[in-house]
């Protein structure tokens, strides 16, 4: 990814991946547009070869760990990701009632002006920060995939981690969530 200083060095490596909105913009804390993340992670493990261990959307950013299966990229997955979910809110921004339709696209706007590669917006920032978690470091994994779940707890949002619908705790915990992941042993 441009600009990253984490790059993806083993495209078929599992990742702690964070994805972050222009200027952090507090754009999910709508349902609808969670839901886009939800369904286009879920199009991508059933078309493009993702894997998913974990992940969490917070209200401008997403945590995850990802591995592509051998012969997909992640690099080109996570493109294709930031790319289809960015056009598609911004429609439903654009589109649907949102009291903060202005302020917002006036920010991505903003954002979008400054790289000549860019027609109109720009919703999410350049990096990834990828961080490779080997398969030996099962101290490392654990501690990313406690942090994924333990976000909405520190940010007051629930009490357990299980709580937060929009989150692999539920699958961790038992119940089925709204991505198809695969557990970490």
Known sequence: MSGDQYIISDQNGLYFLTFTVIDWVDVFSRKEYKIVLTESMNYCVNKKGLIIYAWVIMSNHVHVIWQAKEGFRLSDIIRDFKKFT????????????????????????????????????????????????????????????????????????????????????????????????????
């Open 86 to 185: 960015a056009k598609k809110i911004l429609h439903l921004i654009e589109t649907e009632p949102e009291s903060r339709k202005i302020w917002m696209l006036r920010k991505f706007e903003f954002a979008g002006k400054r790289i000549k590669r860019n027609t109109k917006y720009k919703f999410w920032k350049d990096s990834s920060h990828a961080i490779l978690l080997e398969s030996n470091q099962i101290t490392m994994i654990n501690q990313k995939l406690n942090y994924i779940h333990d976000n909405p707890v520190r940010a007051m949002i629930v009490n357990y981690p299980e709580d937060y619908i929009f989150s692999s705790a539920r699958d961790y915990g038992g119940e089925k969530g709204f991505v198809n992941i695969e557990l970490l042993d």
